[in-house]
């Protein structure tokens, strides 16, 4: 952020043509020429072909569902991971580095592992999926199971992104809230939350980002059930699985554009907020 | 009485950061709490603040009163009230301005929490801000962030903020310690042409005896979680109590010496007794303190006990001249001369001179051994 204006005209350090070099070396190898291989791959259809994959209801409800499920997921992490990451960094007590470490297993483990333990604790004879399915609530094999399965892979992005920014808070910017007046619920809401902002911004970012690609731990508890509770990332294996990679390809081209877009979106907010405070001189 | 503390202590485990201290401070006031770091000085702030709780008082002591242990203000126990409830003005050394808010929006802050039926009206609140705004000199700054003011400014408007809720004291924790001289210098005067409008009573705390000095009606000199003098500033500039208190108020030459007869005799140094401003009973000092300006130079030899030194080093940067001299001894003496004396003399490094105290002081000694 901080090479934007002087470091474009005449990089000052030394070592810039080395390292910009790599980096865009890099990025070509591991980012662009596949994606490239996803265009090529997906503009061998014409127009009407491509129109006609996209616009399948199958397709549109995958896409939906992946969309609005990752969303909700991201938007639930914010609340609870806020909340985790707040009583691990701020108060002191015993198992804490246990119960931090903890955070990160969702990122550790096999996605299919995480799938299938989900899909077993969450099925209508589960240790707590059994408990709503009385009530008519199915935790697996619906919607909510995606959400649960997202939620769970969402997790550790939003910890551990407000983990520094939460350390880095200037408690002395609470302490004067407190002596000007303000109760604590409004040093929270007009202080605190809205210093985090960026970070939480981010941490949104993240774990929505992380909800819109899984694969893994999503399939075994979703049930799959074309037009209810099948995600796009499946629906692309699936188009694969029948040869089509074409219809593949499409799918997959128009789940990346979506996701750049929003995800420039995030960021376009989150300077919005930098500047409009002087964060970035 | 604005601020009372009444044998107030505190401690973090082993480390005793008050020790029974007893303070007043009158309506309108202007105290400068002043010390080395470690010295208590923010703790006690920040006690009667209410941001930290003094130890509760040790009940097993025969003469315990049970109002020790209390801070008052205006003789109201605020013990129990929180930060909030005591309506002090905080003002920190790192500003602590809410960075994702405008200037107005900080200022207007401490007012806009208010319950409702206490809450100023919005046209009331635009007015008392953009009054503030004048008051520190930053009319038209009302839209900035605090990220895009200077450090001064940022400390004007913590201020500014502190002084919207018409705090009945006012608290300062090292205010300027973050800037630079030259802006320390002039917020300095500008907070004292303030306290003069305002009468707020104010609390500041300070390592920096200058500051202390210059902008406070009375100072209160603290040392190792204790008070070590409190006096107006020229009284504990001219008549420190303690070895400590004159050491930490300006530079001072240390002679080594004893008295005997009346007469001190320093390792090099013999002084006549009458010349001595003594504080407690100074019967077996041994130690006399002499201000670098309480010293006169000569080329001869014009008293008997003059002591001979060699020039090391002039300064001529300043109002005075800072000359350092060597003693056959190698005893390091400051010397301040006026800088037309100093022509007078038109002294030259390595020259051989005289010197002598005009005014010196001897303690008594601390038994602490």
């Keep these: ?281 | 009485m604005s601020v009372e503390v009444r044998s107030v202590s505190k401690t973090y485990g082993n480390f005793t950061a008050l020790r029974d201290i007893h303070l007043k401070i009158e309506t309108g006031e202007l105290v400068a709490l002043l010390g080395p770091s470690g010295s208590g000085k923010t703790t006690l702030l920040r006690i009667i603040a209410g941001m930290d709780t003094p130890d509760a008082p040790s009940t097993a002591t025969a003469n315990a009163d049970e109002t020790d242990g209390s801070i008052r203000f205006f003789g109201e126990d605020v013990a129990k009230m929180s930060v909030g409830q005591r309506r002090v003005g905080f003002v920190f050394q790192h500003y602590a301005l809410f960075k994702h808010m405008t200037v107005f929006d900080n200022i207007a802050f401490g007012l806009r929490v208010r319950p409702r039926s206490s809450r100023p009206s919005k046209s009331e609140i635009t007015d008392r801000v953009h009054r503030l705004l004048k008051l520190i000199q930053l009319e038209g700054f009302g839209q900035r962030f605090p990220m895009q003011l200077s450090g001064g400014q940022r400390q004007r408007v913590a201020l500014a903020r502190a002084l919207a809720i018409e705090p009945r004291i006012l608290l300062l924790d090292e205010p300027f310690g973050a800037l630079d001289a030259k802006v320390r210098q002039s917020l300095r005067e500008w907070l004292r042409r303030l306290h003069e409008e305002m009468h707020t009573t104010t609390v500041l705390v300070t390592h920096d005896q200058e500051e202390a000095l210059e902008v406070a009606d009375r100072v209160v000199v603290m040392n190792q979680a204790k008070i070590e003098q409190v006096g107006s500033p020229a009284e504990v500039f001219h008549h420190p109590a303690s070895e400590f208190v004159i050491d930490f108020l300006g530079n001072v030459n240390v002679f080594h010496g004893r008295i005997a007869g009346g007469n001190f005799q320093p390792g090099p140094l013999s002084t006549n007794s009458s010349q001595l401003q003594s504080a407690g009973t100074s019967s077996s000092a041994n130690k006399i303190y002499v201000r670098p300006h309480e010293m006169k130079i000569a080329r001869m030899k014009e008293d008997a006990d003059a002591i001979e030194a060699t020039v090391e080093r002039i300064n001529r940067a300043g109002v005075n001249a800072k000359i350092h001299l060597q003693t056959k001894q190698n005893d390091q003496v400051r010397v301040d001369l006026p800088l037309d004396q100093l022509d007078a003399l038109a002294l030259e490094i390595g020259e051989r001179v005289y010197f002598k105290p005009i005014q010196a002081r001897v303690f008594a000694p601390d038994y602490t051994i």
């Design chain 1, 1 to 281: 952020m901080r090479t934007s204006r002087t470091s474009c005209k005449r990089p000052q350090l030394p070592g810039w043509g080395l390292t910009f070099g790599f980096t865009i070396f890099y990025l070509t190898i591991v980012v662009l020429i596949p994606l490239l291989a996803l265009f090529l791959k997906s503009i061998t259809m014409d127009w009407n072909e491509f129109v006609a994959t996209m616009s399948h209801p199958r397709v549109l409800a995958a896409i939906r569902l992946t969309f609005g499920a990752s969303f909700l997921a991201a938007l639930i992490n914010v609340v609870f991971g806020s909340i985790t990451a707040w009583s691990l960094i701020r108060y002191r007590f015993p198992l804490r580095k246990l119960l931090d470490a903890l955070v990160d297993l969702p990122l550790a483990m096999p996605t299919a592992v995480s799938g299938i333990a989900l899909a077993t604790i969450y099925s209508h004879t589960g240790l707590v999926g059994s408990h709503p399915f009385p009530l008519g609530i199915k935790t697996a094999n619906s919607s909510l199971g995606v959400l649960i399965a997202l939620i769970f892979i969402g997790f550790p992005f939003v910890v551990r992104t407000l983990q520094p920014a939460i350390e880095d808070l200037d408690q002395e910017m609470e302490q004067a809230a407190a002596s000007l007046g303000a109760t604590r619920f409004q040093t929270v809401m007009k202080v605190t939350i809205p210093s985090l902002l960026p970070a939480i911004l981010t941490g949104f970012t993240l774990a929505f980002a992380r909800a819109l690609g899984e694969y893994g731990s999503v399939i075994f508890i979703a049930g799959n059930l074309p037009m209810k509770t099948e995600i796009a990332s499946l629906l692309i294996v699936s188009r694969l699985d029948e040869n089509d990679i074409a219809g593949a390809s499409a799918i997959a081209f128009v789940l990346l554009t979506a996701t750049l877009l929003i995800l420039l979106l995030i960021q376009a907010i989150g300077w919005y907020f930098n500047r409009r405070t002087g964060r970035q001189a």
